[in-house]
């Protein structure tokens, strides 16, 4: 399994065309080649206000089998859409992302990776993509997130 102190996450700048509410984490291995999960956990959060409550995003439904391979100096993607239906009703404030890039039974707090949104965002029903080794799959995987993560578990 990979050590989270040597997965680097970050947010990566949209590409032109990108839908406002989409947002890519790169995780970076810094250390040697390891295994890594299918998709980070993440919560959405509003920084230090606490106010709109943190929230968690939808996952894709069956995940199983073996995890990724992450080489040495390797970027795997996960894109994430805060607003996919674009709700009108989305609940605006949120500023950070808290991403666990590796997350294990033994994930402690240490661990959380605070991403800073490039703006505050609008959150209604979003949803989490699983790692790719490029952003446009990532991007695309965001629409098979159907279910709340604890029914994974």
């Given at each position: ?6 997965l ?27 295994d ?9 959060t509003a ?17 199983g089998g073996?995890?990724?391979?992450i ?13 996919p ?14 991403v ?29 993509g ?13 629409a ?6 604890e029914?994974?578990?």
């Amino acid at each position: 399994m990979c050590d989270n102190a040597k997965l680097n996450a970050s947010v990566v700048p949209p590409d032109s065309g990108q839908k406002a509410s989409v947002y890519v984490i790169a995780v970076k291995n810094t250390g040697p080649a390891c295994d890594i999960d299918y998709l980070p956990y993440v919560w959405i959060t509003a920084g230090q206000n606490s106010s709109p409550e943190q929230t968690r995003p939808l996952i894709e439904n069956g995940l199983g089998g073996g995890p990724h391979i992450i080489a040495s100096g390797q970027t795997m993607y996960a894109g994430i859409d805060l607003n996919p239906q674009s709700a009108s009703d989305a609940v605006a404030g949120y500023t950070s992302l808290a991403v666990t890039a590796n997350p294990t039974p033994d994930s402690s707090g240490k661990d959380v990776q605070d991403l800073r949104l490039p703006a505050p965002a609008k959150v209604a029903g979003a949803k989490l993509g699983t790692y790719n080794s490029d952003k446009a799959t990532a991007i695309k995987q965001i629409a098979f997130a159907s279910v709340p993560e604890e029914s994974q578990h």
